[in-house]
């Protein structure tokens, strides 16, 4: 149960709202790089934290991120024409660079330095890995830029996918960090899933269905730890990092890539779930790039030329009872993507959290709450910078490994919750 | 049809796996309309849950101190219990009855009247000096089927010495958390309605 003021407190992200300035304090994803392939492609549309926005890449492939609009009269830039260094709006000729700075009024004299004055709210885009990020806070407080592992591995080991998810994101991200559904709703998918079957740690999932937890702050954010019972009196630990504000991981299966997510909130209803797959030593072989993009795993299948899943709340998710009732599907909807977001968007655009019933073992959702709650205050009250910020928060791993019974994952793992190039993930 | 068959991919909006082209409108119970914020309004409005009855034991006198500071606060049911011996018991020569447990005006409480219809035990420790007290909490929540949980409180302390208060209480809980914040302990209790 979250108290009505708190709820709004963590869901509400537009500009001047406390945790809407707490997300300005990081660089988050914006768009994947492919939206942008290539110099003076077209632009593209994009909304984050409530902010309507135009992406594009110039003459000179330097990305630029700033206010849709034409300061003129107010065109969308979409229609604009990405073109010698910069995007023209097609109504009256007005010309922006990639800082938002407009370069050209054609109607007023050159000389008269008009187009100087004109400027649109603009933010930086880089990009790393397959993702291109963007800090949509103030300059001076501007973090290091990310260096999360499966966006830093080289390209052949990577792969990332993101979808438009219509709910807000706490929900969602919410849904990464509760480790208990898996032995249900996803029960199906454990077995047949190209990128998470035949993994010894799924029959400790499937044998045990009543994990112990352990939840553990850490400098960045969580560490949520799945204890269920494996040979001999022995634990099966699967450890999920949450670090903040949004940021998972899925504790890996065997030999498997590992996976996880970043919660992006478009508006206050709705967000895009940003998937990834790597593999810290290895690239990804033919078959499991294929499976990734056809929608296994983490991923999914899109709607044509969109971000929206094939599966989507106009068609009821392609819900197949029949499947559910064979056992191949636990709640009916295909994909573990899927079977999450469907749950999630079911509980209405943003959930009235007065109305839940937690238990004890959603303490990893209680602290993260917390935890952003505390965070946010501190920002908005003290002007205290929020944690996950640094590069050191950002080097985590996911794990599972079988411990003996004295053994806490906290101390025997602290190696495997760490990212290390060119080291194997810990995986059974 | 196989549920991963690519073919279910091939059904666009207008059809339905295994099941051919819809023979009915969407219906107004659909998920599109079902997951609206204007159907949320028509939620039934109701106290979907009975009061809990939790009961939250302090193990050691910086555990006591944390949780003294929230009793006077506005709980559901939820009695607060501070273990009143300085040193810990032995789990072997304990009965439920027998643990020193106090309310927090001084007067003793039972563990095992205090048990009767519990439905979560939150077990607070700041020392790690009270493995056998919580063996003896633990093992008559095991016997009546109430969930345990455990609080560490971490402020403050050493990697060695959380250490030593986490491993004085985990074999006895189902859940663990490890709190660096001392104001971790009402905001897992109101979100938990004790």
Redesign the interface.
């Given at each position: 149960m979250l108290k009505k003021e708190i709820n709004e407190l963590l869901t509400q992200t537009d500009a001047g709202t406390p945790m809407g300035e707490m997300f300005r304090q990081y660089w988050i994803p914006a768009l994947l790089a492919r939206e942008l392939p290539e110099d003076d492609c077209p632009p593209v549309r994009v909304k984050l934290l409530g902010e309507r926005l135009i992406a594009f890449r110039d003459s000179k492939g330097r990305y630029g991120l700033m206010d849709e609009f034409c300061a003129h009269r107010g065109v969308s830039l979409w229609f604009g024409r990405n073109e010698e260094g910069g995007l023209r709006c097609p109504y009256h000729g007005w010309k922006y660079d990639y800082t938002g700075q407009c370069i050209e009024v054609p109607s007023e004299p050159e000389e008269s330095g008009f187009c100087e004055k004109i400027k649109l709210r603009a933010y930086p885009l880089i990009k790393i890995g397959d993702v291109l990020w963007t800090h949509m806070g103030d300059k001076e407080n501007r973090p290091p830029e990310p260096v999360w592992e499966f966006a830093t591995v080289p390209a052949e080991q990577t792969y990332t996918s993101k979808r438009w998810q219509e709910c807000n994101w706490l929900q969602a991200m919410e849904g990464g960090i509760d480790s208990s559904h898996v032995s249900f709703l996803h029960s199906g998918a454990l077995k047949t899933d190209p990128l998470f079957k035949g993994a010894k740690g799924n029959q400790y999932n499937q044998q045990d269905k009543k994990p112990v937890f352990e939840v553990v702050e850490s400098d960045g954010g969580l560490h949520i730890g799945a204890r269920r019972m494996a040979e001999e009196g022995h634990y099966y630990w699967r450890i999920t990092p949450w670090i903040m504000p949004s940021f998972t991981m899925v504790p890996p299966r065997g030999d498997h890539p590992m996976h996880g997510h970043f919660w992006i909130p478009i508006d206050d209803e709705n967000c895009w779930a940003w998937s990834f797959d790597y593999h810290p030593v290895r690239a990804l072989t033919p078959e499991e790039r294929q499976a990734m993009m056809d929608g296994y795993g983490v991923h999914n299948k899109y709607v044509p030329g969109t971000f929206r899943p094939l599966q989507n709340k106009d068609n009821d998710y392609l819900m197949d009872r029949e499947a559910q009732k064979r056992g191949e599907t636990y709640s009916g909807v295909w994909g573990i993507a899927m079977q999450d977001a469907s749950l999630q968007e079911s509980m209405g655009p943003i959930i009235d959290r007065t109305k839940e019933n937690l238990v004890s073992t959603d303490n990893g959702i209680i602290m993260a709450r917390h935890r952003l709650r505390k965070a946010c205050e501190a920002l908005r009250d003290k002007g205290v910078l929020p944690p996950g910020r640094e590069p050191e928060h950002q080097k985590v791993r996911s794990a599972a490994r079988v411990l003996p019974p004295d053994e806490a994952f906290k101390e025997a793992m602290k190696e495997d919750l760490t990212a290390r190039p060119g080291v194997k993930q810990t995986s059974v | 049809m196989?549920?991963?068959s690519?073919d279910?991919?091939e059904?666009d909006?207008a059809t339905?796996?295994?099941?051919g082209p819809i023979d009915h409108p969407?219906m107004l119970s659909?998920?599109?309309r079902?997951?609206?914020?204007a159907?949320?309004r028509y939620?039934v409005n109701y106290p979907?849950?009975r009061t809990r009855t939790s009961r939250i034991v302090a193990l050691d006198a910086t555990a006591a101190e944390a949780m003294f500071r929230i009793t006077e606060d506005p709980w559901n049911n939820a009695h607060f219990l501070a273990l009143s011996s300085a040193g810990d018991v032995d789990p072997a020569k304990t009965a439920a009855p027998d643990l020193p447990l106090s309310h927090p005006d001084g007067a003793a409480a039972d563990l095992g009247v205090e048990l009767d219809g519990a439905d979560?035990v939150?077990l607070i420790a700041g020392e790690g000096r009270s493995a056998g007290a919580a063996e003896v909490i633990a093992r008559e929540c095991f016997g009546r089927n109430i969930?345990c949980?455990g609080l560490v409180l971490?402020e403050g302390k050493s990697e060695a010495a959380l250490?030593r208060v986490?491993?004085s209480i985990?074999a006895f809980?189902?859940?663990?958390?490890?709190?660096?914040?001392g104001?971790?302990v009402p905001?897992?209790l109101?979100?938990?309605?004790a």
């Open positions: - | 196989p549920h991963d690519d279910m991919f059904a909006n339905r796996a295994g099941r969407t659909s998920c599109a079902a997951a609206t914020a159907e949320a939620r979907n849950s979560l939150v969930m949980a971490a250490d986490v491993n985990r809980t189902r859940v663990l958390v490890v709190a660096r914040d104001d971790y905001a897992m109101t979100a938990l309605r």
